[in-house]
Each structure stands twice: as structure tokens, then as C-alpha cells.
């Protein structure tokens, strides 16, 4: 069984930092895209930001030049450095992990973490 588990949430004033850590833990193969996406109150959920195994990445407008994402592929880790951040950067965020190979379990598969809280105040 493959769980993600994300942590660094919390509140920071406009303007600040934060930073998001997600593992996936289990007896994990290989993964191949990872991704963070958020979702504000009333709102849909928003891709955020992807990193595949080779470290392409890719961003959504609205974080290019503020967040930067990372992982460490020997510890199925990915992490979101969020910086300049904004008020309507608050949301629940969200670890996703696309195409993963675990032990113990048949084919690829997809996994989300349960969600951290991010807020902004102005």
C-alpha cells in the first residue's frame, strides 16, 4: 500500500515563505511524474506545479518565479519551496503522485496525499 504524507503547511503573512514536504511511503518501484496542486475554498482543484523523474518541471502561471518544486527520487520525496507568497495563494495543497510502481501492488497507479492547509494574510 502506497500513502503520501504531506507536512509544512500553515500560516505565513504576504510576502513570506513556506514550505511543503510530501513522501510517499511504501514499497515504492519507481514514480514517474510528481505534483502539487491546491484548492481554495469554493474553488476547483489547481495544478500547482509537476516534476517528473528527470526533473522537468512545469508551473502554473500564477507561481512561476515564486514556488519551486523539488524531489529526491531515492527517497520518493517531492517538496514546494513557496516564496512571495500571496493571499490568494491560500488553499488546501495537495501531493499527487502519477504512474506509480509499488510492491504488492498490480500496475501503475495514481496517489494523493490527504491535503495540508496553506494561508495567507495580508
Known amino acids: 500500500q502506497v500513502q503520501l504524507v504531506e507536512s509544512g503547511g500553515g500560516l505565513a503573512q504576504a510576502g513570506g515563505s513556506l514550505r511543503l514536504s510530501c513522501a510517499a511511503s511504501?514499497?515504492?518501484?519507481?514514480?514517474?511524474?510528481m505534483a502539487w496542486y491546491r484548492q481554495a475554498p469554493g474553488k476547483q482543484r489547481e495544478l500547482v506545479a509537476t516534476?517528473?523523474?528527470?526533473?522537468?518541471?512545469n508551473y502554473a502561471d500564477s507561481v512561476k518565479g515564486r514556488f519551486t518544486i523539488s524531489r529526491d527520487n531515492a527517497k520518493n520525496t517531492v517538496a514546494l519551496q513557496m516564496n512571495s507568497l500571496k493571499p490568494e495563494d491560500t488553499a488546501v495543497y495537495y501531493c499527487?503522485?502519477?504512474?506509480?510502481?509499488?510492491?504488492?501492488?498490480?500496475?501503475?497507479?495514481?496517489?494523493w496525499g490527504q491535503g495540508t492547509q496553506v494561508t495567507v494574510s495580508s
Open positions: 499527487y503522485s502519477d504512474r506509480v510502481r509499488a510492491g504488492g501492488v498490480v500496475g501503475d497507479r495514481e496517489y
Open positions: 516534476i517528473t523523474s528527470l526533473g522537468t518541471t
Open positions: 511504501g514499497i515504492i518501484l519507481s514514480i514517474n511524474t
